[in-house]
Each structure stands twice: as structure tokens, then as C-alpha cells.
């Protein structure tokens, strides 16, 4: 699943164009007052696959190199020159992943290394150079993510759970990879020169460091896309979920000067991501991926200064009279003056026998188009009422062999916009099953064939190579203490917060809570979390940014008392 920005292009003289764009001389003057000039030797080593992202380096005199290292008799691999007037960074330097490439000297000369805090002085004063360094970053990352061998190989099974979840992590996330299925020769080889047997898979080999039963998590931390701490002091706002609501918070909020740190407990995106295609968007009349718009939002807040982390579980807030504590599942603790609650809604699954079992393995709870090449020219069905599993069923049929639509209800239209009703009316390859559900699972190690049973009591198995589910969902609060919740746990907030049960604290406080605000004074909920919410795209994005509002009353209200 690859992420476009059509404002870098997507054809590869237009990326190499734009990786290789050099300075002027004005605008070089201007990048070199954040900078320090260091003399370099001819063959130095700047920087090595796996360092921390670290500097940006601008060529004066000398030229450079970012080449992939090969331990075979083929030698490196030169990938990108640097000359004069031209720059060597990647978008690690805003995400704050570790080096793909090995950076040294072609010709000996002069360098003006820019540190990560002058470099975020830089993005922040200048809009001009902020442009120009984040699409040539973006152009560099896009021209890796094309090379048909990549620094960072992940052997695996696609098809289980286990790699699926591996696979959406490093696609959400946007990490320049080769995935090599185990069964494949590439595959095979690598696994028998690294060591490790298929018990051991998933495999990521970094250059020459082997790594066995990659997750996530353990994959996130090597890679320095986990919360580090950076002795930078209490954050001024931690936002908890980095869906649109989550992303809208961390853009108002970082591009405004607070120090903003965003965390997700699976990756940048949230459920928004795993939409194939939004048409009602402001803004994009021929719409856009659910990938699409979340990873444009991450950059953007990347560019404005805030910190995300991925995956990152919080597993408790503590709540202060000055400020608060987030903690993380790793006993990592965030000292914070705000926070914002964005964790979202995660779709529910069906009381099926062997639906855990079949998981990632014919079921799915997205419909990207990494799911959608898993089961191309197979038949399947998609289960949901709302708009998540219209645009599914539309995006699947340009795929799959045919698409059976399946709904509780009696009416297709009942939660699902208008537009989408009619195109999946008029759309041959998908059938619409009313009054139907899914009762029964079949197949081996894979899923094959489904039971659907309708109202009226008669049933039928039908070819199924991938059920896609969104039959509704549950709010990610479990882990919330003390934050007044509704009925349905979801989080309650201003004016859904009743006068006697918000205690004494407030009493002190002279005030009712500001919009957005929660039971907890500093501690704001915004998007599908809320109690109340409209559980759109763009009415959560719009709660990210008025949630930062009621933050900067907030933080005037405690600077004054």
C-alpha cells in the first residue's frame, strides 16, 4: 500500500527532480545561519545505516554520497549524489527513525551541519526552505520505497495474522521495506543465510543484524519510531490517538507552539485509515484513501514540530492539579499540561466460532488495498450498514471476482450516505443481502466459504476468500479511570457532563467545563471517542482542532491562577 502526494509527483523523473533539488545561493545563505561548517575527508563516513537520524547536511565545497551497503562481492550501492548548493537528509529527521542509507564523502571539502533543534528552527521560521526540505524528503523516501531492494527486509507470512499486522504497521507508517514472502525464493535464501527458521517469523534483517519474531512493537523501537524521552521537560499537550480527530489536534496544537507529543497504540491513521476511498471530504471532489489523508496529516504535523510515536499503548493518566501523567505500557511517563483523548472506536467482530482463528486469514477489518490484492479475482463478502462498508464494497469490486454487501437491517440506506447507495445499487459485481448475517465460518488454515442466514430462518453457504467486517464500533476507553464516561463508554464532555457529577475540584475551579473538555479539568475528548459525536472524518478533524482552542483557554487559565 503506497501513499501518494500528487504535489510531489509520482513519476520517477519527477521524484529524482525533486530529491536532488539544490539551493540557490540566497536560499543556501539562508539555510547556513542554522548551521555549523565542518571540514570532511575524502571516504569519511558521516553517517551509518541504523544511526539515529541526526543531522541535516548542507554541501559548501565538498560532495557526498548515501549509498546501501552490500555485504557481497557486488559492493555498495550508490544511490543518491551531493553536490554543492544541494542538502543529505530523510524524513527520519522530522519522524525521528533511524538512517536507511550510509552517507560519506566522494570529495573532501566543506559541510554545514544543522542539529535537529536548529533544523526545527529552521522548519518553523522559514516556509519556504520547509517546503523544499519536506518534498524532497518525501521524493527520497517514495524513490526508496521503489528500489527493488531495500536496507530493511521483512520475511514473513502475508497471510496470517501475525503478518498482516506487521504489514499494516510498516505501510501506516510509511517505512521504506521489502517484504519477502517465506515461501519465496528470495525468501527462503535470506532465511537460511540469516539463521533463523520459519518458527522464527517474522524476520527483519537491518543490514546485517537479524531479528527474529518481529512485531510491531519490537520492530517500532529499532526503528526509533517509539516514544523516546528527550529530557525536553513536561510536554504542554499529549494528544492519545492519532486518528483525524488525534492528527487535527497535533497539527493546531504543534503549529500554534505547544509542545505536542501524539501517541497510537497501533499506528498513525487510526480507523480513517483503513478506508479505501472518502468522497465527502472538503476539499477533495474526486476524494482520496483514508491513507491518503491521514499520512498527509502526520507530515503536517511532522513539519509543525510535534513528536509522534507509534505503536505506543497508554495504560493510564494520572490527573494533577498543574499537570498530568500519561503513562505507557513500557512504564515510560509523560509529564503533560494538557491532554487530549482521541483513541477512537475499534469495529467490532461477530459471534462466530473460529473468527479469531480465521483473522488475517480471510478476515479483515480494512479494506486498503493491501487487503484488496490479497483476495483479487476471488469472491467476497463485505458486512456493515454504514458508510465504512459501502466504500469498502465499491473499492473491493474493482478487485475481488464479485462482492456480497451483507446487512442486518432492512434497508440499505438506513446508515449510508445517499451517494454510495446509488453507485452500490448500480454496480453489477456487488449483490445486497438485507436482513442477512453471517452465522457460520468455513475452510482450512484459510477462510473459504461463509453461511449467511436471513430473518426469514433460511440459510446458505456461498464462496468467500475474504469477509471484510464493520459492523459498528467500541470506544477505545477501557483503560480510562476516572473520566466520566456514558452508557456505551464512550467519554462524556461539556455540555453531556451533568453539574453534580463533576465534584469538588471544579467547585475550586469557579467554572463549567470548556467544550470538549471532560469530567477531568485539562483533560479534553475529541472525534469518535465523544459521547455524542458525529463519527465522521471531517466532524473529527474538526473536534481535534476545537478541543486545541479550549487547550490554549486552559492553559491561560492555569498561567493566571
Not at 462466530?352 to 482463528?357: C, I, K, P, S
Not at 464462496?463 to 470506544?475: D, M, N, Q, V
Given at each position: 500500500m503506497a501513499?501518494s502526494f500528487?504535489?510531489?509527483g509520482?513519476?520517477p523523473?519527477?521524484l529524482?527532480a525533486l530529491?536532488?533539488?539544490?539551493?540557490?545561493?540566497e536560499?543556501?545563505?539562508?539555510?547556513?545561519?542554522?548551521?555549523?561548517p565542518e571540514?570532511v575527508a575524502?571516504?569519511?563516513v558521516?553517517?551509518?545505516?541504523?544511526?539515529d537520524?541526526?543531522?541535516?547536511?548542507?554541501?559548501?565545497s565538498?560532495?557526498l554520497?548515501?549509498v546501501?551497503p552490500?555485504?557481497?562481492?557486488?559492493?555498495?550501492?550508490?544511490?543518491?549524489?551531493y553536490?554543492?548548493g544541494q542538502?543529505?537528509?530523510?524524513l527520519?529527521l522530522?519522524?525521528?527513525q533511524r538512517?536507511?542509507l550510509?552517507?560519506r564523502?566522494?570529495?573532501?571539502?566543506?559541510?554545514h551541519?544543522?542539529?535537529p533543534?536548529s533544523?526545527?528552527?529552521?522548519?518553523?521560521?522559514?516556509?519556504?526552505?520547509s517546503d523544499?526540505?519536506?518534498r524532497?524528503?518525501?521524493?527520497?523516501?517514495?524513490?526508496?520505497?521503489?528500489?527493488?531492494?531495500?536496507?530493511?527486509?521483512v520475511?514473513?507470512?502475508?497471510?496470517?495474522?501475525?503478518g498482516?499486522r506487521?504489514r499494516?504497521f510498516?505501510?501506516?507508517?510509511?517505512?521504506?521495506?521489502?517484504?519477502?514472502?517465506?515461501t519465496?525464493?528470495?525468501?527462503?535464501?535470506?532465511?537460511?543465510a540469516?539463521?533463523?527458521?520459519?518458527a522464527d517469523?517474522?524476520?527483519?534483517?537491518?543490514?546485517?543484524?537479524v531479528?527474529?519474531?518481529?512485531?510491531p512493537?519490537s520492530?517500532?523501537e529499532?526503528?526509533?519510531?517509539?516514544?523516546?524521552?528527550?529530557?525536553?521537560?513536561t510536554?504542554?499537550?499529549?494528544?492519545v490517538?492519532a486518528?483525524?480527530?488525534g492528527?487535527?489536534a497535533?497539527?493546531?496544537?504543534?503549529?500554534?507552539g505547544?509542545?505536542?507529543?501524539?501517541?497510537d497504540a497501533?499506528?498513525?491513521g487510526?480507523?480513517?485509515?483503513?478506508?479505501?476511498r472518502?468522497?465527502n471530504?472538503?476539499?477533495?471532489?474526486?476524494?482520496l484513501?483514508?491513507?491518503?489523508?491521514t499520512?498527509?496529516?502526520?507530515v503536517q504535523?511532522l513539519?509543525?514540530?510535534?513528536?509522534i510515536?507509534?505503536?505506543?499503548?497508554?495504560?493510564?493518566?494520572?490527573p494533577?492539579?498543574?499537570?498530568?501523567?500519561?503513562?505507557?505500557?513500557?512504564?515510560?511517563?509523560?509529564?503533560t499540561?494538557?491532554?487530549v483523548?482521541?483513541t477512537g472506536a475499534?469495529?467490532r467482530?461477530?459471534p462466530v466460532?473460529?473468527w479469531?482463528?480465521?483473522?488475517?486469514r480471510g478476515?479483515?477489518?480494512?479494506a486498503?488495498?493491501?487487503e484488496a490484492?490479497s483476495?483479487?479475482?476471488?469472491?467476497?463478502?463485505?458486512?456493515?450498514?454504514?458508510?465504512s462498508a459501502?466504500?469498502?464494497?465499491?473499492h473491493?469490486a474493482?478487485?475481488?471476482?464479485?462482492?456480497?454487501?451483507?446487512?442486518?437491517?432492512g434497508e440499505?440506506?438506513a446508515r449510508?450516505?445517499?451517494?454510495?447507495?446509488?453507485?452500490i445499487l448500480?454496480?453489477?459485481?456487488i449483490?445486497?443481502l438485507?436482513?442477512?448475517?453471517?452465522?457460520?465460518?468455513h475452510?482450512?488454515?484459510?477462510?473459504d466459504?461463509?453461511?449467511?442466514t436471513?430473518?426469514?430462518?433460511a440459510?446458505?453457504?456461498?464462496?468467500?476468500?475474504?469477509l471484510?467486517?464493520f459492523?459498528?464500533?467500541e470506544p477505545?476507553?477501557e483503560?480510562?479511570r476516572?473520566?466520566?464516561?456514558?452508557d456505551?463508554?464512550?467519554?462524556?464532555?461539556?455540555?453531556?457532563?451533568?453539574?453534580?457529577?463533576?465534584?469538588p475540584?471544579?467547585?475550586a475551579?469557579?467554572?463549567?467545563?470548556?467544550?470538549y473538555?471532560?469530567s477531568?479539568?485539562g483533560?479534553?475528548?475529541a472525534?469518535?471517542?465523544?459521547?455524542?459525536?458525529?463519527?465522521?472524518?471531517?466532524?473529527?478533524?474538526?473536534?481535534?482542532?476545537g478541543?486545541?482552542?479550549?487547550?490554549?483557554q486552559y492553559?491561560?487559565?492555569?498561567?493566571?491562577?
Amino acid at each position: 500500500m503506497a501513499t501518494s502526494f500528487p504535489e510531489i509527483g509520482d513519476r520517477p523523473e519527477d521524484l529524482a527532480a525533486l530529491a536532488s533539488v539544490r539551493l540557490t545561493e540566497e536560499q543556501l545563505a539562508r539555510a547556513v545561519r542554522y548551521a555549523e561548517p565542518e571540514d570532511v575527508a575524502d571516504r569519511q563516513v558521516l553517517s551509518e545505516v541504523g544511526d539515529d537520524s541526526g543531522d541535516l547536511l548542507l554541501c559548501g565545497s565538498a560532495r557526498l554520497e548515501a549509498v546501501r551497503p552490500s555485504a557481497g562481492r557486488d559492493g555498495d550501492q550508490v544511490l543518491m549524489h551531493y553536490g554543492p548548493g544541494q542538502f543529505v537528509g530523510e524524513l527520519g529527521l522530522l519522524t525521528g527513525q533511524r538512517r536507511h542509507l550510509r552517507v560519506r564523502v566522494r570529495r573532501p571539502g566543506t559541510v554545514h551541519r544543522v542539529e535537529p533543534r536548529s533544523f526545527r528552527l529552521l522548519m518553523a521560521r522559514d516556509a519556504e526552505l520547509s517546503d523544499l526540505f519536506l518534498r524532497s524528503f518525501l521524493a527520497r523516501r517514495r524513490l526508496l520505497r521503489q528500489a527493488t531492494a531495500q536496507t530493511l527486509r521483512v520475511v514473513g507470512d502475508a497471510e496470517s495474522a501475525t503478518g498482516m499486522r506487521l504489514r499494516t504497521f510498516l505501510a501506516r507508517q510509511g517505512v521504506a521495506h521489502a517484504w519477502l514472502p517465506h515461501t519465496s525464493a528470495e525468501g527462503t535464501a535470506l532465511l537460511r543465510a540469516a539463521g533463523p527458521g520459519t518458527a522464527d517469523l517474522p524476520v527483519a534483517v537491518i543490514g546485517s543484524e537479524v531479528l527474529t519474531g518481529v512485531t510491531p512493537g519490537s520492530l517500532s523501537e529499532r526503528l526509533d519510531l517509539a516514544y523516546r524521552h528527550t529530557g525536553d521537560g513536561t510536554a504542554d499537550l499529549t494528544v492519545v490517538g492519532a486518528g483525524p480527530a488525534g492528527l487535527a489536534a497535533a497539527v493546531h496544537g504543534a503549529s500554534e507552539g505547544l509542545r505536542t507529543v501524539l501517541l497510537d497504540a497501533v499506528a498513525t491513521g487510526g480507523q480513517a485509515a483503513t478506508s479505501a476511498r472518502i468522497e465527502n471530504y472538503l476539499g477533495f471532489p474526486f476524494g482520496l484513501s483514508g491513507a491518503d489523508l491521514t499520512a498527509r496529516a502526520a507530515v503536517q504535523a511532522l513539519k509543525f514540530g510535534a513528536r509522534i510515536a507509534s505503536p505506543c499503548s497508554v495504560v493510564a493518566l494520572e490527573p494533577g492539579p498543574h499537570q498530568h501523567v500519561v503513562t505507557l505500557s513500557d512504564g515510560e511517563r509523560i509529564r503533560t499540561r494538557a491532554v487530549v483523548l482521541a483513541t477512537g472506536a475499534a469495529y467490532r467482530a461477530l459471534p462466530v466460532d473460529r473468527w479469531t482463528e480465521l483473522t488475517g486469514r480471510g478476515i479483515f477489518y480494512a479494506a486498503t488495498d493491501m487487503e484488496a490484492q490479497s483476495v483479487a479475482g476471488a469472491p467476497v463478502a463485505v458486512v456493515g450498514g454504514a458508510n465504512s462498508a459501502g466504500q469498502a464494497a465499491l473499492h473491493l469490486a474493482r478487485h475481488a471476482q464479485a462482492v456480497t454487501l451483507v446487512v442486518r437491517g432492512g434497508e440499505l440506506g438506513a446508515r449510508m450516505s445517499a451517494y454510495l447507495v446509488e453507485r452500490i445499487l448500480g454496480d453489477p459485481r456487488i449483490t445486497v443481502l438485507t436482513g442477512t448475517e453471517v452465522t457460520g465460518l468455513h475452510g482450512g488454515e484459510r477462510l473459504d466459504a461463509v453461511t449467511l442466514t436471513h430473518r426469514a430462518g433460511a440459510a446458505r453457504r456461498v464462496a468467500c476468500a475474504g469477509l471484510f467486517c464493520f459492523i459498528g464500533a467500541e470506544p477505545a476507553t477501557e483503560w480510562l479511570r476516572g473520566v466520566a464516561l456514558d452508557d456505551k463508554g464512550f467519554v462524556r464532555t461539556d455540555l453531556t457532563l451533568a453539574e453534580a457529577g463533576l465534584g469538588p475540584r471544579w467547585r475550586a475551579e469557579g467554572r463549567r467545563p470548556l467544550p470538549y473538555e471532560t469530567s477531568v479539568t485539562g483533560v479534553f475528548a475529541a472525534g469518535d471517542v465523544r459521547s455524542s459525536s458525529l463519527k465522521r472524518v471531517a466532524a473529527a478533524a474538526g473536534d481535534g482542532a476545537g478541543a486545541v482552542r479550549s487547550v490554549h483557554q486552559y492553559l491561560a487559565l492555569t498561567a493566571r491562577a
